[in-house]
């Protein structure tokens, strides 16, 4: 079994910042991508960002020079740093990662989510 916990979720003003974190435990033998989606009332959830275990990344074009994402291999641990957070930027947010079990399975992997809220 393998299991990601986010947190950092939470209310913010326009403008503000907010830093995601989410950790993997489980039969992990190694992680490939990680990434971060959202999904706001009544849409499709989308990709924010992603990030290779070589360190490559992609953004939606909506968060690009925004949001970074990061992570910390020997932890398994991916974040996400949102600055200049709009109000669209409201949703709850899943990290996902792409794991080599130590079974030698090939899992994707989500969280729970976590809410973020961008309002005055």
């Known amino acids: 079994q393998v299991q990601l916990v986010e947190s950092g979720g939470g209310l913010v003003l326009p403008g503000g910042s907010l830093r995601l974190s989410c950790a993997a435990s489980g039969n992990i033998f190694s992680i490939n991508a990680m990434g971060w989606h959202r999904q706001a009332p009544g849409k499709q959830r989308e990709l924010v960002a992603a990030i290779s275990n070589g360190g490559s990344t992609n953004y939606a074009d909506s968060v690009k020079g925004r949001f970074t994402i990061s992570r910390i291999n020997a932890n398994n641990t991916v974040y996400l740093q949102m600055n200049s957070l709009k109000p669209e930027d409201t949703a709850v947010y899943y990290c996902?990662?792409?794991?080599?079990?130590?079974?030698?399975?090939?899992?994707?992997?989500w969280g729970q989510g976590t809410l973020v809220t961008v309002s005055s």
């Open positions: 996902n990662a792409l794991v080599a079990t130590t079974e030698y399975r090939y899992l994707e992997v």
